[in-house]
């Protein structure tokens, strides 16, 4: 389970993300919209798990962040966190 801490974090990394540019390209951007209107939850979980993971292979992407990001997936990986926690 995450701490109590990180969510506030994580949250803060996903707005980033959706906020822009990083990651660059037109699958984000498309993800970007699906985030900023309304989607049914797994399509919100698919755009979000879609931005962290291109994150991871943007060059302009923050060291830190990044590393917030693999706690996250983590976190999604073993099952104790929904990504749809993280949208603002």
Same mark, same amino acid.
């Given at each position: 389970?995450?701490? &109590? +801490?990180?969510?506030? &974090?994580?949250?803060?990394?996903? $707005?980033?993300?959706? #906020? #822009?540019?990083?990651?660059?390209g037109e699958q984000f951007d498309l993800c970007r919209r699906v985030l900023t209107s309304p989607s049914p939850p797994e399509l919100a979980r698919?755009?979000?798990?879609? %931005? %962290?993971? #291109?994150?991871?292979?943007? $060059?302009?992407?923050?060291? #830190? +962040? $990044?590393?917030?990001?693999?706690?996250?997936?983590?976190?999604?990986?073993?099952?104790?966190?929904?990504?749809?926690?993280? &949208?603002?």
């Amino acid at each position: 389970m995450p701490d &109590r +801490d990180d969510l506030p &974090r994580w949250r803060t990394v996903v $707005a980033r993300l959706v #906020g #822009g540019p990083a990651p660059r390209g037109e699958q984000f951007d498309l993800c970007r919209r699906v985030l900023t209107s309304p989607s049914p939850p797994e399509l919100a979980r698919q755009a979000v798990r879609a %931005l %962290l993971e #291109g994150a991871m292979a943007d $060059a302009t992407f923050s060291i #830190g +962040d $990044a590393q917030d990001v693999m706690r996250i997936l983590k976190a999604v990986d073993r099952g104790v966190l929904d990504l749809n926690a993280l &949208r603002g």
